[in-house]
């Protein structure tokens, strides 16, 4: 750990490991499950369409469905160069919109579960990213400060979730640019 942070919590999905899902395929899956079920899905994202989905009390059906294609691509995704830099020595944490299941397999493919202390998924607290909740919760069980910690991840949504979180943000392009300083 630097002398900055006392941790590091990391999302998982693009900047760790690369899953292996064809999200437009999981979006149109979800959309086919709303729409036999009445409900509008016109033009909104997977992640609007699981907040719908809460809304008409058709959450744990979408969920288990995502979640499905999310473990299968756990199964046979890529380590990303990021994951190299995982600290062996300190409190480390993974907070990622994916199901902690999916997340899990992710880790144990890669040999990267020995160095995570801490994973929260979409599905192991009430809120998810860009609610601060996970992070905060990630931190809290690293028993972690939010000002001591550090949250990288790949987008705007990441940068979000810290910002939220009261937590210092770097992005994946901007920690590789440090390390091949």
């Known amino acids: 750990m630097t002398d900055e942070y006392d941790a590091v919590v990391y999302d998982l999905d693009g900047t760790l490991v690369d899953l292996d899902v064809d999200w437009g395929e999981v979006r149109l899956r979800v959309a086919a499950v709303l729409e036999a079920r009445g409900i509008e899905t016109g033009g909104s994202t997977l992640w609007e369409l ?6 008409a009390e058709q959450y744990p059906t979408v969920e288990r469905r995502i979640a499905a294609f999310e473990r299968e691509g756990a199964r046979t995704s890529s380590k990303l160069a990021l994951a ?3 600290p062996r020595d300190g409190p480390t944490g ?3 919109l994916n199901a902690e299941s999916a997340c899990r397999i992710a880790l144990e ?3 990267l579960d020995s160095a995570v202390d801490v994973l929260i998924g979409r599905d192991t607290v009430e ?3 860009p609610h601060p909740q996970p992070l905060r919760a990630a931190l809290s069980a690293l028993e972690v400060p939010p000002e001591r910690g550090l949250f990288v991840g ?3 949504s990441d940068a979000e979730t810290a910002r939220r979180a ?6 994946v392009s901007d920690r590789l640019d440090r390390r091949r300083a």
């Not at 699981?50 to 809304?55: F, I, Q």
């Open 154 to 156: 790949d987008s705007e």
């Open 166 to 171: 009261g937590v210092d943000f770097q992005s």
């Open 109 to 111: 493919v890669h040999g």
């Open 127 to 129: 809120e998810s990213k």
């Open 94 to 96: 993974v907070v990622s």
């Open 84 to 86: 190299d830099e995982l």
């Open 50 to 55: 699981l907040d719908r989905a809460k809304e």
